[in-house]
């Protein structure tokens, strides 16, 4: 029963009228939720154990609300590397009201973060790509290894419209760097229907989102993006776009 997707409806539909703006995105964004639910039940049904990265991006909270409204057997786990804005920790506080439930949080190996520290620095992660991807590596990709533990698939949040590593983003793909399937169940959205379906359920997001902030990572390394700049453009500014990733969805 797809009970909390079935609830979009156009506003002020009326017969008489054409279709507005509002009425055609509100169906645009119906029919994408009840496929992206349609396809995490499918993955569910599949798979078996199966677990959702959520890192309380936009995108993250449209598939918690859909995972846990319709109650889908998908645990939900996410990363705390530490270096998280409060915003982030905020939200992370409304989401367990909200939903009234408690998160699985898996953070970064104290010794290994320690050992960085003492070593390069505690924003050493600024000096080169070798020191940021190994800062990801140790805050976010190993927990990530270690969530993905005995899981057969994951699904993530990311949209192909995101980023230039993203464009060919496929809704189902083999994870080869951690052997298991991997669902993006909102590929082909855009930012515009993302945000619809945030408004029309009235699901909890990140302040920052208001601040200009699209995409929301670790605190010293996003900053608010200008009008008309790429989504991810306040991610790691200082790197070239297409080295732009942290590590977690590598091919
Ligand atoms: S985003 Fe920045 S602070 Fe966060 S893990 Fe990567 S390099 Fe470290």
């Given at each position: 029963m797809m009970a909390e997707v079935s609830m979009l409806k156009p506003t002020a539909a009326n017969p008489a009228t054409s279709p507005t703006l509002t009425d055609v995105l509100a169906a645009s964004v119906n029919a994408k939720a009840v496929d992206a639910l349609a396809l995490l039940k499918k993955a569910a049904a599949e798979l078996k154990a199966v677990t959702f990265a959520n890192s309380f991006g936009v995108e993250d909270m449209v598939l918690t609300d859909i995972i846990l409204k319709n109650k889908l057997a998908i645990d939900i786990f996410s990363l705390d590397t530490g270096r998280l804005p409060v915003e982030t920790y905020d939200l992370m506080a409304a989401t367990e009201k909200y939903y009234n439930t408690k998160l699985n949080v898996f953070f970064p190996q104290a010794q290994t973060v320690e050992f960085?520290?003492?070593?390069?620095?505690?924003?050493?992660?600024?000096?080169?790509?070798?020191?940021?991807?190994?800062?990801?590596?140790?805050?976010?990709?190993?927990?990530?290894?270690?969530?993905?533990?005995?899981?057969?698939?994951?699904?993530?949040?990311?949209?192909?419209?995101?980023?230039?590593?993203?464009?060919?983003?496929?809704?189902?793909?083999?994870?080869?760097?951690?052997?298991?399937?991997?669902?993006n169940p909102l590929s082909d959205w855009t930012e515009q229907e993302v945000w619809a379906y945030i408004r029309l359920h009235n699901v909890p997001f990140n302040a920052l989102h208001d601040q200009f902030y699209p995409s929301i990572g670790c605190a010293p390394c996003t900053r608010a993006v200008a009008v008309g700049e790429d989504v991810r453009a306040g991610r790691w500014w200082w790197e070239d776009p297409t080295s732009k990733e942290c590590g977690l969805h590598v091919k």
């Open positions: 960085y520290v003492k070593n390069h620095g505690i924003n050493a992660f600024y000096e080169s790509i070798d020191l940021r991807k190994s800062c990801c590596h140790m805050r976010k990709v190993e927990p990530l290894q270690r969530a993905l533990k005995g899981k057969t698939a994951w699904i993530t949040g990311m949209r192909a419209a995101q980023a230039t590593t993203r464009t060919s983003l496929p809704v189902r793909e083999y994870d080869e760097a951690n052997k298991l399937e991997k669902f």
